[in-house]
Structures are given as C-alpha cells and as structure tokens.
C-alpha cells in the first residue's frame, strides 16, 4: 500500500511562475516530512524538510506548507528556474527507521 | 567530500547467479539504507541499518541480504537474483536514524535477464 502518494506524475511550468507539487499521505503516524530533488543519472539529494508540529517551511525560492488535517503537503518553487528540472520525491517518516516516498513528480520549467 | 559510493553503476546479469552490490560512506553515519526504483511506484526501502551488526528489513526485503561488518560499508546481496529484481537500486546514509535527511549514492542500474 502506498502511503505517500504524488498523484501527477509529470507537471510542466513556464520559467519564472510558481511550481506547485502536491503530496497526500494517508498513516496519521507520520510526524517529519522531506523533499527530495533527483536529476536523471544521480541519487536524490534532499531540499527541505518539515516537521509536524510546524505548518510552513521556506528556505529561499522553496516552501513547503503542511496540512496536517487534510494529510497533505505541498512544495512551491517561486520562481521556477530552469534548473529546476527534475522528478521531486515526497517522503515521510513517523520518526522511526523507515521513510516512505511517494512515486515522485517530473517537473519540467520551460524558458 | 563527503560521498556515498556504489558499485558496480551498471550491472547485468542472468538468473540464479549471485551479485553483490557494494555500498561505502566516508560521512561516519550510523545509519544506512538500501532502496529500489521502479516507475511508478517510487523509492522503495529493503534493509536498512542502524549501526554496526544491526540491520532491519524495509518494506520490499523479500529475495535480498545484508551485512553491516564495519560502519562504513553496507552491501546488498542477491543470494538468487531474479528478473523482477531488475530495477534502479540506490544506497542511502543518515547521521542517525532513518527519519532525518538522507545522502543518497548514485544509483546501480540492475539487469537481471
């Protein structure tokens, strides 16, 4: 069962408008949850991250906003750079040993 | 630098035959993880470990081993590797504990025929 769910695969946006990738997730128990950027031919390598008892993140053009009612988070990109093309990975942890990602979005920005 | 290193980056191979995929980390993290990538269904865990001589199965460890002989190496083994094993495997670190942030390796990209 898949308990973090990205449920568009692939978003496309224009250089400079905000990227917005939505997360679902369904164990109540997940109290720590993480962004992760992978470029094709590398591993992931994380963005930010945010912890349940807070409902927004944001460091530099990234933010992520927490909904803890809906089991729902949400990462903005502002503004989008071409750079910032790549498939973003939701992942979510009950501050245990595992961590759990959804299946990940392909962000494509165009110029 | 701090890296997480994986070989072989690219491997096939035929069924039945044992593989091991290596995985070092020079960072000193306790914490040590394998995943597989496969469309669709993200980045699944299959063993993960906690220290040295600790390990854990993930959500997906059916047809795979581990072993945590030292802190810095991790090795997944493939005692009887199987087509549905064909996939995008990559090791992972954390400081300690798996819900922190993770350093990822570069990924070994498994065929098995």
């Known amino acids: 069962d898949q308990q973090v769910k990205q449920n568009s695969p692939s978003l496309s946006v224009q250089e400079g408008r905000i990227s917005i990738l939505n997360c679902d997730y369904t164990n109540s128990m997940f109290d720590y949850f993480l962004w992760y950027k992978k470029y094709p031919a590398e591993g992931p390598t994380f963005l930010i991250s945010i912890s349940s008892i807070k409902d927004k993140n944001e460091d530099g053009r990234f933010t992520v906003f927490l909904n803890k009612s809906a089991k729902h988070l949400s990462l903005h990109i502002v503004p989008s750079q071409p750079g910032d093309s790549a498939v973003y990975f939701c992942?979510?942890?009950?501050?245990?040993?595992?961590?759990?990602f959804g299946a990940g979005t392909r962000l494509t920005v165009k110029p | 630098e701090a890296q997480v290193t994986q070989n072989p980056r690219y491997l096939i191979t035929v069924t039945g035959k044992k593989l091991t995929v290596t995985c070092s980390q020079n960072?000193?993290?306790?914490?040590m993880s394998w995943y597989r990538q496969d469309p669709g269904l993200g980045l699944r865990q299959i063993y993960y470990?906690?220290?040295?001589?600790?390990?854990d199965k993930g959500d997906v460890p059916e047809g795979y081993k581990v072993s945590r002989k030292e802190k810095r190496n991790f090795p997944l083994i493939l005692e009887s590797p199987s087509p549905n094993q064909t996939s995008l495997y990559f090791c992972?670190?954390?400081?300690?504990?798996?819900?922190?942030?993770?350093?990822f390796g570069p990924g070994t990209r498994l065929t098995v025929l």
């Open positions: 992972a670190t954390a400081l300690a504990g798996g819900w922190n942030e993770q350093f």
């Open positions: 470990s906690m220290n040295v001589e600790v390990t």
């Open positions: 960072m000193n993290h306790e914490y």
């Open positions: 992942a979510a942890s009950d501050l245990g040993n595992d961590m759990r």
